[in-house]
């Protein structure tokens, strides 16, 4: 087992109000030490406000830690993210584009695999119609299809969702939890703990912004169930 | 910039430019009109209203309003490109250049529609298509940094001191009127001509009249120091949109 990614005594501090240099410190995240092995599913766990999301962004790279180390073994890692950047008025064609690309997707990947994008959102009638058009599970639909383009080493999932109506739902949901039982190195955030059981390999346990506890899944999860 | 960014920013830009036109029921015919508009309101107040000026007035009216309002513009919307990209960069990483570069980039197609309009309008006028027309592309070249190098440095800093916004109108007014468009700052003299002559644009566009319409090849030291600002400007913003790169996500 090799680590692909390391979080060491990692903290971040928001400051109150609008000045990032001056204003009262909080620390939204204060000492995480997480490993991720390459392959592996690793849950993260704890109620809301724990900093769970902002964990997600230090480990995206959207933000930087406020302190601690951050060890990557040169992946890249990105968090799966719904309808980003859509703009009303392009079509779904031209979004998938757009959007596939912001993700991290080559240009030419996204042309290549555009067909069976749109089979799997199932809008082959209305692709070259603009989104504005779109009903909310439509755009729901394009919106994961897109997200399924991106190839990141490590995938960051904020809870398994499914989207659109109950049949897409199904089909999205499984898509996803293929993808996590797949070869891939993914990080799952979530609170519900039966999807914790089912797909993941070891968990970590995030409590106040400190990591508390990790490892085995089921005697990490049993403790955090003992205590809430 | 790898490769990927470019290619995004390009799409960026193309599929911008396609909502704007999509936007109304005219489309592209906007990108004619709406300069045609802006210049119209200029030329009736100025040339009719006023009765300023003397022979050649309009084109050399028009010259100086072309070229700053692609300045202008530019510089306006950079300033909130950042905030409003804020909802995009908290869910995917991106180098912050992007917000920026595509406004740059869709403002200069914008511009360059414009700027053949008004050749066309030269043509028409009665200016000679002359030799010195060449120095178009170079000055095109120019301006497209000095505009490059000043959105990045105030689209780095707004985010971080939201009061550049206001203060910016106000500059931006200032050296509108400051810049040339409505006189001829060459005949000033003294202490006045030197502190004009610290912004750019006055160079900028006393150089595009000196191609266009008097048939002379721009001054050379003036643009230099437009090409020196312009530098440094540029590696300024591109350094503090790097530094604060992943603290912008943060901000409220």
Redesign the interface.
């Known amino acids: 087992m090799t680590a692909v990614l390391s979080l060491e005594k990692v903290g971040v501090a928001?400051r109150r109000g609008?000045n990032?240099w001056r204003g009262e410190r909080y620390w939204a995240l204060r000492d995480v030490s997480l490993t991720l092995q390459q392959g592996e599913t690793l849950g993260i766990i704890g109620r809301n406000g724990v900093g769970k999301t902002t964990l997600l962004?230090v480990i995206?790279?959207?933000?930087?830690p406020d302190k601690g180390v951050i060890r990557n073994s040169g992946v890249t890692a990105?968090?799966l993210?719904l309808q980003?950047?859509f703009?009303p008025?392009?079509t779904g064609r031209?979004n998938a584009?757009?959007s596939g690309?912001?993700?991290?997707a080559?240009?030419r990947q996204l042309e290549r695999n555009m067909e069976e994008l749109v089979a799997f959102a199932e809008l082959e009638d209305f692709i070259d119609e603009?989104v504005a058009s779109y009903s909310a599970g439509m755009r729901a639909r394009l919106g994961f299809s897109v997200a399924m383009q991106a190839d990141p080493d490590v995938l960051l999932i904020d809870e398994v969702l499914g989207v659109g109506d109950a049949a897409f739902r199904k089909k999205s949901s499984d898509e996803i939890h293929r993808r996590i039982r797949s070869n891939r190195s993914v990080i799952l955030v979530s609170h519900d703990i039966g999807t914790m059981r089912k797909l993941c390999d070891r968990v970590v346990w995030i409590e106040n912004g400190v990591s508390r506890m990790q490892g085995d899944v089921r005697q990490v999860l049993d403790a955090y169930e003992a205590e809430i | 910039m790898t490769p990927h960014y470019l290619q995004l920013i390009l799409y960026k830009t193309r599929a911008d430019l396609k909502v704007e036109a999509a936007r109304g029921y005219m489309g592209m015919l906007w990108w004619v009109l709406e300069p045609l508009l802006y210049m119209g309101a200029f030329y009736i107040i100025f040339a009719v209203a006023l009765k300023r000026g003397g022979e050649n007035f309009v084109p050399w009216l028009l010259t100086g309003l072309v070229s700053w309002k692609w300045f202008d513009t530019s510089v306006r919307m950079s300033l909130t490109s950042i905030s409003a990209g804020k909802g995009l960069m908290s869910q995917v990483y991106m180098p912050k250049l992007f917000f920026p570069a595509v406004i740059v980039l869709k403002n200069s197609v914008k511009f360059l529609v414009t700027l053949g309009l008004l050749l066309v309008f030269l043509l028409i006028y009665g200016f000679p298509l002359s030799l010195y027309w060449l120095a178009i592309l170079p000055l095109v070249g120019l301006q497209l940094l000095l505009i490059t190098g000043v959105a990045f440095t105030i689209s780095a800093l707004t985010p971080l001191w939201p009061d550049l916004k206001l203060l910016m109108n106000n500059v931006l007014m200032l050296m509108f009127f400051l810049s040339g468009v409505f006189f001829d700052t060459s005949q000033l003299q003294g202490w006045l001509s030197w502190l004009l002559s610290l912004n750019p644009m006055v160079h900028v566009i006393r150089a595009w009249r000196d191609v266009l319409l008097n048939g002379q090849w721009p001054d050379v030291p003036g643009l230099f120091y437009v090409l020196l600002l312009s530098l440094v400007l540029l590696v300024l913003g591109q350094y503090l949109l790097k530094r604060w790169d992943r603290l912008y996500p943060r901000l409220a």
Do not use: D
Not at chain 1, 101 to 104: A, C, Q, R, S
């Open positions: 928001f609008r990032p962004k995206a790279g959207i933000i930087e990105s968090m993210s980003v950047g703009v008025l392009l031209e584009v757009l690309m912001l993700l991290g080559p240009r603009p």
